[in-house]
């Protein structure tokens, strides 16, 4: 991990400066002491008094009792270290403290430096591999030398821990605020898919009218496309606002029983004659111990299927399409299927990225098909809300092959 060269950055994780307790321009750091001797008190203090790590002192904390400790963690949930006595109010008191700053506070920054004048009733092996504590030391140890460098090397890992966490929580920012800017970025596109379906619908019914009345071959010809062009137009716009949905959280699956074998016929049976219009082969599989009826969101399922066909179809542009359906040997209906091609195939930089809205396989320039990127997003989501899996294997002209794993429940 980046180590911190700049003093500076160390001040946006520093604790409050307290300059009672330091003579340093830098804030101290935060020392708690809980004893319930007040001669160790006065010993540590005095040892540490000149410490210096990178520049700053320590501001101390005094905590007599394993009660008042808590109290002041609390208070205090920028101390870095806290050297702690073990036998207090009770023969386990400081092992208590160790326990509430753990697992009540959750706290994993603070460095616990365990000190007792009894080792015979808190044994070192048992209590490092028992309690999340960072050191142990024994009483005896209050020369300026072994503090020094306990103190060093726990503030040391402090530091950096708060340097991880500093980064994760910029991590987390980033990562919503990428988020809020893309629903926003499809809240606008589908305010304007709304806008833009109505004049659409009207260009398509026109041109249909325009169709029933007498033209000539050509004009016949033009209005088919200007119709074509309107469909595709309308796929595109109905995509946009499914995924604005989608990315808004208000995909809902319905479950229902429904007949695997029925959905998959009816799907081959749509394709089937724009295959046979390309000349290209398609067949399906299903392997023989996969259930027939399940339940599941059908309509979903279709949808999935529909697009990874549908895809296979447009960048096959000779040879063959097959679907495959497979189910685990589990109970469960582990089911996987396979949709291979013998397409125009997909680099292995753009597997990831063709999931992403908008991202084409292919170079914007150098464009040969139509599509505006939506359809495995789509895909993907459904999947994903199904906790299920999606990925592919491909080369450039070598073909593809999709997969996507659900489990589906039984009826
Ligand atoms: P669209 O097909 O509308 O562009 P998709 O999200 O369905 O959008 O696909 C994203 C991209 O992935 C496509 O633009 C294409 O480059 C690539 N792709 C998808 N399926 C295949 C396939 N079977 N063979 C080759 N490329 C594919």
Same mark, same amino acid.
């Given at each position: 991990?980046?180590?911190?060269?700049?003093?500076?950055?160390?001040? !946006?994780? @520093?604790?409050?400066?307290?300059?009672?307790?330091? #003579?340093?321009?830098?804030?101290?750091?935060?020392?708690?002491?809980?004893?319930?001797?007040?001669?160790?008190?006065?010993?540590?203090?005095?040892?540490?008094?000149?410490?210096?790590?990178?520049?700053?002192?320590?501001?101390?904390?005094?905590?007599?009792? +394993? @009660?008042?400790?808590?109290?002041?963690?609390?208070?205090?949930?920028?101390?870095?270290?806290?050297? &702690?006595?073990?036998?207090?109010?009770?023969?386990? +008191?400081?092992?208590?403290?160790?326990?509430?700053?753990?697992?009540? &506070?959750?706290?994993?920054?603070?460095?616990?430096? /365990?000190? #007792?004048?009894?080792?015979?009733?808190?044994?070192?092996?048992?209590?490092?591999?028992?309690?999340?504590?960072?050191?142990?030391?024994?009483?005896?140890? *209050?020369?300026?030398?072994?503090?020094?460098?306990?103190? %060093?090397? @726990?503030?040391?890992?402090?530091?950096?821990?708060?340097?991880?966490?500093?980064?994760?929580?910029?991590?987390?920012?980033? &990562?919503?605020? @990428?988020?809020?800017?893309?629903?926003?970025?499809?809240?606008?596109?589908?305010?304007?898919?709304?806008?833009?379906? #109505?004049?659409?619908?009207?260009?398509?019914?026109?041109?249909?009218?325009?169709?029933? =009345?007498?033209?000539?071959?050509?004009?016949?010809?033009?209005?088919?496309?200007?119709?074509?062009?309107?469909?595709?137009?309308?796929?595109? *716009?109905?995509?946009?606002?499914?995924?604005?949905? %989608?990315?808004?959280?208000?995909?809902?699956?319905?479950?229902?029983?429904?007949?695997?074998? !029925?959905? $998959?016929?009816?799907?081959?049976?749509?394709?089937?004659?724009?295959?046979?219009?390309?000349? $290209?082969?398609?067949?399906?599989?299903?392997?023989?111990?996969?259930?027939?009826?399940?339940?599941?969101?059908?309509?979903?399922?279709?949808?999935?299927?529909?697009?990874?066909?549908?895809? +296979? &179809?447009?960048?096959? /542009?000779?040879?063959?399409?097959?679907?495959? %359906?497979?189910?685990?040997? !589990?109970?469960?209906?582990?089911? *996987?299927?396979?949709?291979?091609? #013998?397409?125009?195939?997909?680099?292995?930089?753009?597997?990831?990225?063709?999931?992403?809205?908008?991202? *084409?396989?292919?170079?914007?320039?150098?464009?040969?098909?139509?599509?505006?990127?939506?359809?495995?997003?789509?895909?993907?989501?459904?999947?994903?809300?199904?906790?299920?899996?999606?990925?592919?294997?491909?080369?450039?002209?070598?073909?593809? =092959?999709?997969?996507?794993?659900?489990?589906?429940?039984?009826?």
């Amino acid at each position: 991990m980046n180590r911190i060269n700049d003093e500076q950055s160390l001040l !946006t994780y @520093a604790p409050e400066p307290d300059v009672s307790s330091s #003579t340093s321009s830098f804030p101290p750091w935060k020392l708690m002491i809980v004893d319930d001797e007040p001669d160790v008190h006065a010993i540590t203090r005095s040892v540490l008094e000149d410490f210096r790590f990178e520049n700053r002192g320590f501001s101390f904390v005094d905590a007599y009792s +394993a @009660a008042e400790a808590i109290r002041l963690v609390q208070e205090h949930q920028d101390t870095a270290i806290m050297l &702690l006595d073990v036998v207090m109010e009770n023969e386990h +008191a400081g092992l208590d403290v160790v326990r509430y700053i753990r697992e009540e &506070l959750q706290n994993r920054f603070l460095r616990i430096i /365990l000190r #007792t004048g009894q080792p015979g009733q808190a044994p070192e092996h048992e209590i490092i591999t028992q309690y999340d504590i960072n050191d142990y030391k024994l009483k005896s140890m *209050l020369t300026v030398q072994s503090l020094d460098t306990s103190m %060093i090397s @726990a503030l040391r890992s402090y530091r950096d821990l708060c340097l991880i966490d500093q980064q994760r929580q910029a991590l987390e920012q980033a &990562l919503e605020e @990428a988020k809020i800017a893309q629903k926003a970025r499809f809240q606008f596109l589908a305010n304007m898919g709304h806008e833009l379906r #109505t004049p659409l619908h009207g260009i398509i019914s026109l041109a249909e009218i325009l169709l029933r =009345t007498p033209i000539t071959g050509q004009q016949h010809d033009y209005l088919q496309r200007i119709k074509h062009a309107g469909w595709s137009l309308t796929d595109v *716009l109905n995509n946009i606002l499914e995924l604005s949905e %989608i990315v808004e959280g208000r995909l809902i699956l319905k479950e229902s029983p429904f007949s695997l074998h !029925t959905i $998959i016929t009816e799907v081959m049976k749509t394709l089937k004659i724009q295959a046979q219009w390309k000349q $290209i082969g398609l067949t399906y599989q299903i392997a023989e111990n996969v259930p027939d009826m399940v339940i599941g969101d059908m309509q979903r399922l279709k949808q999935v299927l529909m697009n990874l066909l549908i895809n +296979a &179809l447009k960048y096959t /542009l000779e040879g063959q399409i097959h679907l495959n %359906i497979s189910c685990g040997e !589990t109970q469960s209906h582990n089911l *996987l299927f396979t949709i291979h091609d #013998t397409g125009i195939g997909i680099a292995k930089d753009k597997h990831q990225q063709i999931f992403e809205p908008f991202e *084409l396989g292919e170079d914007a320039l150098t464009k040969r098909f139509a599509g505006a990127g939506l359809g495995l997003t789509i895909s993907k989501e459904i999947i994903d809300k199904m906790q299920g899996r999606i990925w592919l294997e491909s080369e450039p002209n070598q073909g593809s =092959t999709f997969y996507f794993s659900i489990v589906l429940k039984p009826v």
